[in-house]
């Protein structure tokens, strides 16, 4: 059997609540054992945190996302990141390109406060912020992105506007020439995945790439407005993986 990356149901089994907060629509809580805090939405693991080593990716989910390094040509300056969750990709980031410009939009106030109290990096970078927006909103007012980073649920579930082609259109106006989409799909159906690469392939004139979790149903979609193609296991990608602590042994590209 192939090993897990991570196994929420063996390490996350039992842990301290450090927070908890309910409403008519959903519960929130924040606990910790020894090893990793994480943040929990109605039953729902939003995002995990390393205690020893913060801006460790240890959802195996972010591996794939943060994959779409490998396909720029330049350091990022620039990313935007529609859902905050718990800020792993502001630790990453802030972590190895600490001078680069990093926001994240998210809609649920409570979300932020989570972050900002048991999430946040003890000393963040200048140009990195979080804004309290909606992401249908904001991405139209944003330009010149290197990464565009969308990781939007609703509870458990993608938000429908996920299925619109104006949404998509919207992202790739957010980008620059030589920028990057990046999606994190949590797909009601297979066929989700292939209505969303349809979509991708409509605004850009690509296929982009997807790539699966096993064990999990996320799919990760990264497209540009050029041809991305597969991504070539060389030992230049593997010292690239190794650099930046992305581990490839649960990750598969599909196209």
């Known amino acids: 059997m192939i090993p897990i990356l991570f196994n929420i149901?063996?390490?996350?089994?039992?842990?301290?609540?450090?927070?908890?907060?309910?409403?008519?629509?959903?519960s929130m809580s924040v606990q910790q054992n020894a090893h990793y805090r994480w943040l929990e939405i109605s039953g729902t693991i939003q995002t995990v945190m390393d205690m020893s080593d913060p801006h460790i990716p240890v959802l195996p989910h972010l591996h794939g996302m943060l994959l779409s390094l490998y396909y720029l040509d330049t350091k990022p300056q620039k990313m935007f990141e529609l859902g905050l969750g718990g800020g792993a990709l502001q630790r990453f980031f802030h972590h190895h390109f600490p001078t680069a410009s990093f926001c994240s939009a998210e809609l649920d106030e409570r979300v932020i406060d989570y972050y900002v109290k048991f999430f946040a990096d003890t000393i963040e970078a200048p140009e990195s912020y979080i804004v309290h927006a909606n992401a249908q909103d904001i991405v139209q007012h944003e330009s010149d992105i290197d990464l565009l980073f969308v990781d939007l649920f609703s509870g458990s579930a993608p938000p429908d506007f996920i299925n619109d082609i104006s949404f998509y259109e919207n992202c790739f106006n957010a980008i620059n020439d030589s920028g990057i989409v990046v999606i994190n799909l949590l797909p009601l159906g297979e066929i989700q995945?292939?209505?969303?690469?349809?979509?991708?392939?409509?605004?850009?004139?690509?296929?982009?790439?997807?790539f699966s979790i096993p064990f999990y149903k996320n799919r990760i979609l990264i497209a540009a407005k050029r041809r991305l193609g597969r991504i070539p296991f060389t030992q230049k990608f593997q010292q690239f993986c190794e650099k930046l602590d992305i581990e490839l042994m649960n990750i598969l590209q599909l196209k």
């Open 9 to 26: 149901d063996k390490e996350l089994c039992s842990g301290d609540i450090l927070h908890f907060s309910k409403n008519n629509l959903e």
């Open 193 to 210: 995945t292939l209505d969303v690469e349809s979509l991708l392939l409509k605004v850009s004139g690509y296929t982009p790439a997807i």
